[in-house]
Nanobody
Framework: QVQFVESGGGSVQPGGSLRLSCAVS????????MGWYRQSPGNQWELVAG????????KYGDSVKGRFTISRCDAKNTVYLQMNNLQPEDSNVYYC??????????WGQGTQVAVSA
């Protein structure tokens, strides 16, 4: 059984910052990549930020480059998303995704981020 612990969402004013965290655990679980996703108004999944845990290779969505940073904790299967200069269009539910190889993915329950004046 895979367990997610997501935290860090909340409400901020434009220009503010939030830090999301996601920890995944489970017996005999090997996670190769983790990331954060959100859904567009058309319900398309949008990659916010992702990381290959070996080598710490990162990838960002175009709309968040230069503002968001994904990092990992020394503890296994834990990643953070530092979100700076948040804008109203960043308001969304942010979902943590953990990949175990190319064919298996697990999703967290999501954490709400609201940005408004």
């Amino acid at each position: 059984q895979v367990q997610f612990v997501e935290s860090g969402g909340g409400s901020v004013q434009p220009g503010g910052s939030l830090r999301l965290s996601c920890a995944v655990s489970g017996s005999s679980l090997y996670i190769s990549a983790m990331g954060w996703y959100r859904q567009s108004p058309g319900n398309q999944w949008e990659l916010v930020a992702g990381m290959l845990l070996s080598g710490e290779i990162t990838k960002y969505g175009d709309s968040v480059k230069g503002r968001f940073t994904i990092s990992r904790c020394d503890a296994k299967n834990t990643v953070y998303l530092q979100m700076n200069n948040l804008q109203p269009e960043d308001s969304n539910v942010y979902y943590c995704k953990a990949e175990a190889g190319e064919t298996t993915a697990y999703w967290g329950q999501g954490t709400q981020v609201a940005v408004s004046a």
